[in-house]
């Protein structure tokens, strides 16, 4: 079975501190994905990585930043955390080579920020 | 661009009855299409997926979905729903990479 684990469940940080969440898939996939999920809007796209070093934005990247630097790990970086970031996040994979790709979800990460 | 839109945020069946949820998407190609499932607590699961193949697509725990190009609508349905089936219920449309739904919330009554 494949596997994405996030690093926490649950996150509780202050105004201004830098946080990161970290996500490990052990399928060797070439995708990786981070997603926010706020209740009525669904998941939406922060940022992806179709390659080790390579990223691109997603709908919503303000704010935040990514770091991939092996295959199997895809870091999510609040710079400066904001009240408004206080959601759900979702990490996921999946295999390269165009659309039609399932992915494959961690458990989500909820975090608050006070 | 691509989009899905779920028509109901909330539906509320009793067990043993038919299961509707509603899905319309847009899309400027050939689209995939996808639902996922969120109990709660849990990470979203693949439910099935249409790609072009039969419209008809059968998936998990006795849910199909049918691709309907002429009213770009790909509907989930089940006929007899379990208690075990509420959850979130999230329709996706994929290009260059997956765009959600809002999601429906499925409940279900004893």
């Known amino acids: 079975d494949v596997k994405v684990t996030q690093s926490s469940r649950y996150l509780v940080k202050r105004t201004g501190e830098k946080v990161f969440l970290e996500c490990v898939q052990d399928?060797?996939?070439?995708?990786m994905f981070w997603y926010r999920q706020d209740p009525g809007l669904g998941l939406r796209l922060i940022y992806f990585?179709?390659?080790?070093?390579?990223?691109e934005k997603g709908d919503i990247p303000e704010g935040y930043s990514v770091s991939r630097e092996k295959k199997e790990r895809f870091s999510l970086i609040l710079e400066s955390a904001s009240t408004n970031q206080t959601s759900m996040y979702l990490c996921?994979?999946?295999?390269?080579?165009?659309?039609?790709?399932?992915?494959?979800f961690g458990p989500g990460t909820r975090l608050t920020v006070t | 661009a691509q989009s899905v839109t779920q028509l109901d945020s909330h539906v509320s069946v009793s067990e043993g009855t038919p299961v509707l949820l509603r899905c319309n998407y847009s899309?400027?190609?050939?689209?995939?299409l996808f639902w996922y499932v969120q109990h709660p607590n849990k990470g979203l699961q693949l439910l099935l997926k249409?790609?072009?193949?039969?419209?008809l697509v059968k998936g998990i725990n006795g849910f199909e979905a049918e691709f309907k190009k002429s009213e770009t609508s790909f509907h989930l349905t089940k006929p007899s729903a379990h208690m075990s089936d509420a959850a979130e219920y999230f329709c996706?449309?994929?290009?260059?990479?997956?765009?959600f739904g809002a999601g429906t919330r499925l409940t279900v009554k004893p």
């Open positions: 996921a994979s999946g295999q390269g080579g165009g659309s039609g790709k399932e992915q494959y």
């Open positions: 399928m060797d996939h070439e995708n």
């Open positions: 990585s179709y390659d080790v070093k390579m990223k």
């Open positions: 899309s400027s190609y050939s689209p995939s």
């Open positions: 249409y790609t072009s193949a039969a419209t």
């Open positions: 996706v449309v994929s290009g260059r990479h997956m765009r």
